[in-house]
């Protein structure tokens, strides 16, 4: 195991590296946003052996590129299928938070009842290990159960998203 500023250290030699590839990926100017996530990232990780740095961060780049290509194709489709008014006035954000949240909403209520318990106990603080001795279920268990339907819902909401189009 190696302190953090031994990960920073080896972390930053790669960086030129890792902004040619982002942009080399079609980042744009995104690119170093991209990277310093993926240095933050990588450096908070205390397994990460340092041998093995370099191709994780360009791994942990390249997933990010692919995360943010994604991220403004779902925001483009939004956009384009609201009105615009004939002036072309930009759409506020509020109204796409809002277009999401009513075109998620059905899904969410949805989700397995034990699932949403899980997820309210989060939201008001409660640490996994809580919640598995107040359900005296393996903390495993929950954080399953909880990818699960969370890698459900989401699949639920691109094939939404796309299907709208």
Known sequence: MT?????????LCHRD????????????SDAEDLVHDALLKVVQQENV????????????VSNLVIDHFRKNAVRQRLVQ???VDEAGSPIEEGVLER??????????REL???????????????????????LDLPVSLIEMRVRRESARFRSRCCALVLDSY
């Open 112 to 134: 397995p009842k034990d699932v949403k318990a899980i997820l309210e106990d989060r939201l008001q603080g409660m640490t996994w290990r809580q919640i598995s001795s107040k």
């Open 3 to 11: 302190d953090r500023s031994d990960r920073w250290e080896a972390a």
């Open 17 to 28: 590296r890792l902004v040619r590839l982002a942009k080399a990926k079609g980042a744009g």
């Open 99 to 108: 277009m999401v949240a009513e075109r998620t909403a059905p899904l969410l």
């Open 49 to 60: 052996e340092l041998q093995r740095m370099g191709s994780y961060l360009s791994k942990t």
């Open 81 to 83: 299928s609201v009105d």
